[in-house]
């Protein structure tokens, strides 16, 4: 079993930025995955971004450019820096890791961006 513990979210205007943490209980330099998802009202999840083994990132189309996503080994602890925040970024944030085919995600936290 692997816990994950977000932190990071909040509210925030148009333009400014937030970065998320996730705290994980296993170390990430065994895992096959991690990153970010998130899900809006009314919409399905999506993926933000993540890391794979060998340390390749991908970002979805929205949010290339604006956020970054990063890994600290030493903490086991999993970021995402997110820059230019729009409104419609404003959803739950799920942090995930891929363990031996074995998904584990966060609790969520909620990110809002509003004027």
């Known amino acids: 079993q692997v816990q994950l513990v977000e932190s990071g979210g909040g509210l925030v205007e148009p333009g400014e930025s937030l970065r998320l943490s996730c705290a994980s209980s296993?170390?990430?330099?065994?895992?096959?995955?991690m990153g970010w998802y998130r899900q809006a009202p009314g919409k399905e999840r999506e993926l933000v971004a993540n890391i794979i083994r060998g340390g390749s990132t991908n970002y979805a189309d929205s949010v290339q450019g604006r956020f970054t996503i990063s890994r600290d080994n030493a903490k086991n602890t999993v970021y995402l820096q997110m820059n230019s925040l729009k409104p419609e970024d404003t959803a739950v944030y799920y942090c995930?890791?891929?363990?031996?085919?074995?998904?584990?995600w966060g609790q969520g936290t909620q990110v809002t961006v509003s004027s």
């Open positions: 296993t170390r990430l330099f065994i895992l096959n995955a």
């Open positions: 995930y890791v891929e363990r031996w085919s074995e998904i584990y």
